[in-house]
């Protein structure tokens, strides 16, 4: 395949180098369900699937400016193949590429709810929110048919536990019976995110998410059913999606919203060069002035790591994009934020003090 060709379907157009393998570019695994025949060239564009039994499923997060301190993530990659998606480095640390691996060789745990249940009975665990979807998505393809998420929200439910959710996919109103439930006693909070009010722009960014409508929908349904959303404007991309600021806020906040939340777009290892090489054969017009506007925003290079700036950004264009979210809060959101989940109800389960009630 010519590295010009645009593979259609998929976000990532190659394979980049795993920085923890240093002698090949290649990564193979006996574990892959599938062989390359010897001559074969064509690249058959299959995602592929390895059962994966962790011994633990509740990661502490470290980074001080991501709002969570715990996740939960029971697939590793996301079929969904959003170009920018920040997850996509972790990959390397299960020996496959930040590029096509990241969205074609899918890693599913499959003792999730186990491990999750042994968690919240073990006597030392404390309840605080644990976040689904922290790195790749709960919601994305697969979980239709393993419907591993939701084992794990019947989990939470059961042991009063509080668990928040960060998705782009409306399959989550297959679990609406669960989260009306748990929304009862302040159990749940669900971030959706909405990239862009146009289906051109999805299709680009995120070539096998849920539609705009359907994520639209997602929020009003879940909304009126009682259940706090909050809708993640993110990543906001200079000159791609950052005109579309206000018109999302209005749009969102229209459908019973309860909250809106930012970030601008960080491309941090592997995924400058990943998009870099996806917008130059995507967007060839103006790919170099979205690179440029995107570095002005981080210190004048696409990979920035630095806490507290990564995600804000810096620069003229990094303060413009924030002053938007400011006037939508203030316009169509004024002190409105999510509310904080309920942690004393599974401390009253673990006491067997939640009988009484």
Not at 59 to 72: A, C, F, I, Q
Not at 105 to 122: C, D, M, R, V
Not at 145 to 164: C, D, G, M, N, W
Request: glycine residues 6%.
């Amino acid at each position: 395949m010519k590295d010009s060709i645009k593979i259609n379907g998929r976000g990532a157009q190659k394979n980049v180098h795993n920085r923890f393998l240093e002698h090949t570019h290649e990564v193979r695994s006996d574990f892959l369900e599938y062989c390359r025949k010897e001559g074969e060239t064509a690249d058959k564009n299959k995602t592929n699937y390895i059962n994966v039994f962790p011994k633990t499923i509740v990661n502490k997060v470290t980074s001080p400016d991501v709002g969570m301190e715990y996740s939960l993530n029971p697939y590793q990659g996301c079929e969904h193949g959003c170009i920018y998606c920040y997850a996509r480095n972790s990959h390397e640390y299960w020996g496959f590429s930040a590029g096509l691996d990241f969205e074609r060789t899918i890693l599913i745990k499959q003792n999730a709810a186990q491990l999750l249940e042994e968690k919240l009975k073990n006597k030392n665990w404390k309840a605080c929110p644990i976040v689904l979807s922290g790195n790749t998505d709960c919601y994305q393809p697969l979980e239709k048919e393993l419907k591993i998420t939701r084992s794990l929200l019947q989990i939470f439910l059961a042991y009063k536990h509080p668990v928040a959710i960060i998705t782009k996919n409306a399959l989550i109103l297959r679990d609406l019976d669960i989260l009306k439930e748990l929304a009862k006693d302040n159990l749940v909070g669900v971030n959706i995110s909405i990239t862009s009010l146009s289906e051109e722009t999805r299709r680009v960014l995120e070539p096998r998410t849920t539609t705009i409508q359907k994520r639209l929908e997602a929020v009003e349904i879940l909304a009126n059913n009682g259940i706090p959303v909050n809708v993640m404007l993110a990543p906001i991309i200079p000159s791609i999606n950052s005109h579309e600021i206000l018109p999302l806020a209005k749009k969102v906040s229209e459908l019973g919203a309860t909250s809106i939340a930012f970030t601008i777009v960080r491309l941090n290892g592997a995924i400058g060069e990943i998009f870099a090489d996806w917008i130059r054969k995507t967007m060839p017009d103006r790919a170099e002035k979205v690179l440029h506007q995107i570095e002005s925003c981080h210190g004048g290079t696409l990979n920035d790591s630095r806490y507290g700036y990564r995600m804000r950004g810096e620069g003229k264009i990094a303060e413009q994009i924030r002053n938007l979210i400011h006037i939508a809060r203030l316009k169509y959101f004024k002190n409105a934020k999510m509310p904080s989940l309920n942690t004393s109800l599974h401390e009253q389960y673990k006491s067997g003090q939640y009988s009484l009630f």
